[in-house]
């Protein structure tokens, strides 16, 4: 097991975030990446952690099936995230993500 500092935690986390919001990875693939790389559990066993069959975490992670809002809200949670609504085209959510970024610098 290699452990990651908390910077590089974070940075491969923001790093991911990037790639999502751009449209680059699915959610699915933000939860398995982040599975292996940032706790480097297995499925079975993160599946066991957030209370969901190994099926249903490996579903998500290969974007099938219908998971319910709680569901992704269950296997999300262990890495600091929620599910929400989010602009559908990657050119919105960037917008957004520079407008709110810069009317912080303003403050």
Do not use: C, H, W
């Amino acid at each position: 097991m290699n452990k990651k500092s908390p910077a590089a935690r974070e940075a491969l986390l923001f790093s991911l975030l990037d790639k999502l919001f751009s449209g680059d990875i699915t959610e699915g693939e933000l939860l398995r990446t982040l599975r292996k790389e940032l706790l480097e559990m297995s499925q079975t066993d993160y599946a066991n952690m957030v209370g969901v069959s190994r099926r249903t975490l490996s579903d998500i992670e290969r974007n099938a099936g219908s998971p319910t809002l709680a569901v992704l809200n269950a296997v999300f949670r262990p890495l600091g995230l929620k599910a929400g609504l989010v602009p559908r085209s990657p050119a919105m959510m960037r917008k957004m993500l520079i407008k709110k970024d810069s009317s912080e610098i303003e403050e």
